[in-house]
């Protein structure tokens, strides 16, 4: 007997009752959002089955290089989602590569923390813990860069002739650019700061439920989830600074200038 309860395919069918309910509500409100609440219901439900698939395979294999592999597709489709948050997005490759670099580092250096020191799996490659890790990680971070850039473009386009006052009166760029900063970095931090204080009062989070529903003491569930919280905090923060610091970069230049020419000109979909 598992120590857990199987759900079957007609129980999930059942539970999808509640998007109907949403996309009628969006009908009757005049919203037009039940297209998108199909979509990305259908995306969701297609995406899962394919994870569900390539997760039993890669927990069968435990391969470095299969791990690795999956790892690094699971960073470059949060780059390409955090990009696509952005009302304003840098030009060229830097719309692209700053946030899918800057969230690839803070969520491999926090997941290898939390492997080499907490979880300390035999072998640390292991598929069953890194990834499910990483991927937590990884979509907190993803949020908080992407509200992090988002916000230091607008606040730059918004306070722009303040920033350059500053410039013209000489000012450095960091020291201009320093409100603005600070805004985007706030930003970027005050989910997951809601995230943590409302964890065990408000709500509880998804990996902790899981466990528990799994047959896991509730006990051990809440010291995982309080290691998840704190390495997700440590990732979005990492993630969220660089990517705001090499935005600064990007959009003032060595003379002290602002450069908002190095933003693309068409706003995000």
């Known amino acids: 007997m598992p120590g857990y309860i199987a759900l079957s395919y007609w129980q999930l069918a059942a539970s999808s009752v509640f998007v109907l309910i949403d996309a009628a509500l969006s009908v009757l409100f005049g919203l037009r959002v039940h297209r998108s609440l199909f979509f990305a219901a259908i995306r969701m439900v297609v995406q899962l089955a394919l994870v569900g698939l390539v997760l039993t395979t890669l927990f069968s294999l435990v391969s470095l290089l299969w791990t690795g592999l999956a790892a690094l597709v699971m960073v470059l489709f949060a780059g390409h989602e955090a990009a696509q948050r952005q009302e304003r997005r840098l030009s060229g490759w830097w719309c692209y590569g700053l946030g ?3 969230m690839m580092m803070a969520s491999v250096v926090v997941t290898a923390f939390a492997l080499v020191t907490a979880l300390r799996p035999n072998p640390l490659y292991d598929p069953r813990y890194a990834i499910p890790v990483l991927g937590m990680i990884l979509g907190n971070c993803m949020t908080g860069v992407g509200l992090g850039l988002n916000t230091l473009t607008t606040s730059l386009l918004t306070r722009r002739p303040g920033v350059e006052a500053q410039l013209m009166l000489g000012a450095t760029r960091e020291a201009a650019t320093t409100p603005v900063t600070r805004e985007a970095l706030r930003s970027a931090l005050m989910p997951v700061i809601n995230s943590m204080a409302a964890t065990g009062v408000v709500s509880l989070p998804g990996m902790m439920t899981g466990q528990i529903l799994g047959g896991v003491p509730p006990a051990e ?22 990517a705001v610091l090499g935005g600064v970069y990007r959009l003032t230049d060595a003379r002290h200038r602002l450069r908002l020419d190095r933003l693309s000109l068409a706003k995000a979909a």
């Open 221 to 242: 569930a809440v010291k995982y989830q309080i290691l998840v919280m704190f390495l997700i905090a440590g990732g979005t923060g990492l993630g969220a600074v660089t």
């Open 100 to 102: 899918t670099g800057c």
